[in-house]
């Protein structure tokens, strides 16, 4: 399936979007009124080709069925529940039945196999297990591919250690941010690489530069891989990277991918908006044309490791997480890959937003490295207007710089918190 020729592919879709159609408008209230609106039925729907006859899907449509109106088959069948904390009100629900469960440990192998792990390797999962579906997610694709999985969850990063030596876990699976905080531990701790057999990460649920990949990589002498996926399309998995690292395949015959315009138009491959998924497989809670808000761009372009899917780009964003100061838009991706191009900080950082009178004011806040403590003030006030000056050129935003002491800020074990905005207080 991976590596299938994409007509052949396409002819798969075609297929599958026809049965999730039907399959909505028959089981799903919700559905069967919008296109009723719309003045369309399944059988309008003959592939691909019309997906652009079908209505939108948004997380608000989600909330307005809460908790179980979007699922597409009766309770009986629905065997796990997941919910996406909202932050306001109430969370989104996912449902899943036995086979969405079976194709959603399948795909999350694919994933891992995407970074060559088997059975002869050790996976430690600290994403957090619970409603969120990072760590089940990942345990089941670990287990699917007959890896050692270890739930350890996330959190007691001392115990992570102990653990990841004794058991000589090969690969990590968390956030990011809660792998740099590992990475920290390792340092402090002062264990040598070498007393570790840990080669590859998996991280995502967070948006993370290519320094970060960088710096992360470094620190733990393995390859990061970024994986992508969202609770209501599934979970972790809906793409991954392979070793190439450039860019996630997106698994093609289960998802089906558009990227959309300001006009609510499918953007050709290599144009950035918010990437749309349809779930060509899922039966508990099919989607059609789910609004992810996340910024990307696709690409069709042929890959080194043969998978034909298509790939996404780095997330740059959530739409709704797009901070506009003084009408500039600006997103914490971007402030990171303005700190990461100065040297002397680290990846922590925090972004503080506030209104004095009309104005925005924006800081920064960062922690610098161990090795820049021991410099003078003349040292500390260059660094700050090396960090300023990028900050304005990489995002367009006159900032102050804050330089903090290592280890100051606050750490999470799993998505990291990037942004107080003062003025929503
Ligand atoms: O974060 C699922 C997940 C778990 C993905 C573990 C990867 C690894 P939610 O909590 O529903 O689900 O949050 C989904 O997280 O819409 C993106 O905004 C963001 N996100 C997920 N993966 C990435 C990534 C999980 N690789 C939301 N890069 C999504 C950037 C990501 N953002």
Redesign the pocket.
């Known amino acids: 399936m991976e590596t299938m020729p994409r007509e052949q592919l396409r002819a798969v879709q075609d297929e599958r979007l026809r049965d999730v159609v039907r399959r909505c408008y028959e089981n799903v209230p919700f559905y069967r009124d919008k296109m009723q609106k719309l003045g369309i039925t399944p059988k309008d729907i003959r592939g691909v080709c019309d997906i652009e006859l079908l209505p939108f899907t948004d997380k608000q449509d989600l909330r307005d069925n809460y908790p179980f109106g979007m699922f597409a088959v009766p309770n009986s069948e629905i065997v796990r529940i997941h919910a996406?904390?909202g932050t306001t009100g109430k969370p989104?629900v996912a449902g899943y039945t036995s086979g969405d469960i079976d194709r959603w440990a399948e795909l999350m192998a694919r994933a891992l196999y995407c970074a060559n792990v088997g059975k002869n390797d050790v996976v430690q999962v600290a994403?957090g297990y619970g409603l969120?579906?990072?760590g089940l997610?990942?345990h089941y694709g670990a287990e699917r591919v007959g890896a050692s999985t270890i739930p350890i969850s996330g959190g007691n990063t001392v115990r992570q250690l102990m653990l990841m030596e004794d058991f000589g876990s090969t690969t990590l699976?968390c956030?990011p941010s809660y792998a740099l905080n590992i990475a920290e531990a390792v340092e402090k701790e002062g264990i040598d690489l070498k007393r570790l057999k840990l080669k590859s990460g998996?991280?995502?649920?967070?948006?993370?530069t290519e320094e970060m990949r960088k710096h992360i990589e470094e620190k733990l002498g393995i390859d990061a891989l970024?994986?992508?996926?969202?609770?209501?399309v599934m979970?972790?998995?809906?793409s991954m990277e392979c070793m190439a690292k450039n860019g996630?395949h997106i698994w093609e015959d289960h998802f089906l991918p558009e990227v959309i315009g300001e006009d609510g138009k499918s953007l050709p491959y290599g144009q950035q908006g918010d990437l749309t998924f349809t779930t060509l497989t899922k039966h508990g809670m099919p989607l059609i044309r789910y609004r992810?808000?996340?910024l990307c761009t696709l690409t069709d372009e042929p890959c080194a490791c043969g998978r034909t899917h298509v790939r996404m780009g780095?997330?740059m964003?959530?739409s709704d997480?797009m901070l506009i100061i003084r009408g500039v838009n600006v997103f914490p991706s971007q402030i990171e890959h303005a700190l990461m191009q100065v040297e002397g900080v680290s990846p922590q950082y925090h972004i503080v937003v506030d209104r004095q009178g009309n104005l925005d004011t924006v800081e920064v806040q960062v922690e610098m490295k161990p090795e820049m403590m021991s410099d003078t003030v003349k040292d500390m006030e260059a660094l700050s207007a090396k960090l300023h000056a990028s900050i304005a050129a990489h995002a367009l935003v006159n900032a102050k710089v804050k330089l903090c002491q290592p280890g100051t800020l606050p750490r999470t074990d799993g998505?990291a918190k990037r942004v107080t905005d003062k003025r929503k207080l």
Do not use: C, Q
């Not at 998996?202 to 993370?208: D, M, S």
């Not at 970024?226 to 209501?232: A, P, Q």
């Not at 979970?235 to 809906?238: A, E, S, Y």
């Open positions: 996406s904390s989104t994403y969120f579906t990072g997610g990942a699976m956030t998996i991280f995502g649920a967070e948006p993370w970024n994986v992508y996926g969202l609770s209501e979970g972790p998995g809906v996630m992810t808000h996340d780095r997330i964003g959530r997480d998505k």
